[in-house]
Nanobody, 117 residues
Framework: QVQLVESGGGLVQAGGSLRLSCAAS????????MGWYRQAPGKQRELVAR???????NYADSVKGRFTISRDNAKNTVYLQMNSLKPEDTGVYYC???????????WGQGTQVTVSS
């Protein structure tokens, strides 16, 4: 099993920056990809950014050029650097991991990001 612990959320003004961290533990060798999702009030959870074990990344169109996903293999941690934040980036951000041959999905507990205008 994989466990995920997120940190780094908070309140920031529009135009500001935040960095989210997601530390993985447990069966980390089985992780195929990790990603960040977010859920705004009254909306469905949506993919923000994803990084595979091979280092390939993809982003939601709404965050391209502003957000960067990266990983530190030595620390088993994935980061989401968020710049030029907008009020519409507000939501609960969840870290996820896809692992094993059955592509099991693990979720973190979520961290709140609030961007004020």
């Amino acid at each position: 099993q994989v466990q995920l612990v997120e940190s780094g959320g908070g309140l920031v003004q529009a135009g500001g920056s935040l960095r989210l961290s997601c530390a993985a533990s447990g069966s980390i060798f089985s992780i195929n990809a990790m990603g960040w999702y977010r859920q705004a009030p009254g909306k469905q959870r949506e993919l923000v950014a994803r990084i595979t074990s091979g280092g390939n990344t993809n982003y939601a169109d709404s965050v391209k050029g502003r957000f960067t996903i990266s990983r530190d293999n030595a620390k088993n941690t994935v980061y989401l650097q968020m710049n030029s934040l907008k009020p519409e980036d507000t939501g609960v951000y969840y870290c996820s991991a896809v692992s094993g041959i059955r592509a099991a999905i693990t979720w973190g507990q979520g961290t709140q990001v609030t961007v004020s205008s």
